[in-house]
């Protein structure tokens, strides 16, 4: 799972992207500088928000691993089982 302060960076990204969004200027007269600036913190959350869900990923595809290993071998134990006994 997330602990609270993940929970808290993934939200505060979330909101500093929207805050981007809502106050975005229209019209093609945007200063190039102010511009970058914007690009530059919707890019900062955005990287904080992978750099969170990044090590959930590798530990979800780890377990995922040592489950079909272990979901395996059960299935050997149940098809030795299931074999006729050679007398």
Do not use: N, W, Y
């Not at 200063?31 to 959930?56: M, Y």
């Amino acid at each position: 799972g997330f602990s609270l302060a993940e929970i808290k960076g993934m939200v505060e990204a979330e909101e500093t992207r929207a805050t981007l969004r809502a106050t975005r200027p229209g019209g093609d007269g945007i200063d190039p500088d102010t511009q970058r600036a914007r690009f530059e913190q919707g890019l900062h959350a955005l990287r904080s928000q992978l750099a969170v869900v990044e090590p959930k990923i590798e530990q979800l595809t780890e377990l995922r691993a040592d489950l079909v290993e272990r979901i395996a071998r059960m299935e050997r134990r149940i098809a030795d089982i299931d074999q006729p006994v050679k007398a």
